[in-house]
């Protein structure tokens, strides 16, 4: 039944009884009370997210989360000015959609490792040509010679591509990207 979630991805928990033979005897009421110190034993393991662009700021914050909402922003060391723009634009956009409520910390692609790979959902800002991880990703729209390759993209556009991180299946990778800064900051 857990496996069926809401639209905002929580799970809604009903108890009802089936008093039937009580209710058409008039004289008896049934009640149904939960002691404030009942347990449900609910066993949590974290799933594949599922990948759709409409329900962002989710999954890489998950309101009323049994986990912390760790995510890490991640852009280039000699990011350009536009770049630093696009990485604080979307930060202040995951501010006002979480409500401040996710830990969203900006590092760099030097100062990445296996484990922080491993723990927290990644948002990558950058062209593509300054995203080094797009090698290792399996990205929607393909990079050749540093630039996203796609027949309906223009010169400075700008691209969002939302997927599976390779090294924590419950974890995302969200690219904010183009292939000019103009782009990236689009």
Do not use: H
């Not at 590092?107 to 290792?136: D, M, R």
């Amino acid at each position: 039944d857990l496996n069926q979630p809401n639209q905002d991805g929580r799970v809604q928990i009903s108890f009802l009884l089936n008093a039937g033979i009580d209710c058409d005897n008039r004289n008896r009421k049934t009640t149904v009370l939960i002691a404030p110190d009942s347990d449900i034993n609910i066993v949590y393991a974290e799933t594949t997210p599922l990948l759709d662009l409409r329900n962002l700021p989710r999954p890489i914050y998950k309101p009323n989360a049994y986990l912390p909402n760790v995510a890490k922003l991640v852009i280039s060391d000699q990011a350009s000015a536009a770049e630093l723009r696009a990485a604080y634009l979307v930060m202040a956009a995951f501010g006002r959609m979480t409500n401040r409520q996710l830990n969203l910390e900006i590092t760099t692609f030097e100062q990445l490792n296996q484990a922080v790979l491993g723990e927290a959902q990644l948002i990558l800002v950058g062209k593509a040509a300054s995203i080094p991880l797009l090698a290792q990703l399996q990205v929607p729209v393909p990079v050749t010679d540093g630039k996203f390759a796609s027949p309906v993209l223009q010169p400075d556009d700008g691209i969002v591509q939302l997927l599976g991180s390779p090294w924590n299946s419950s974890k995302v990778v969200l690219i904010v990207s183009g292939n000019t800064d103009d782009g990236v900051v689009k």
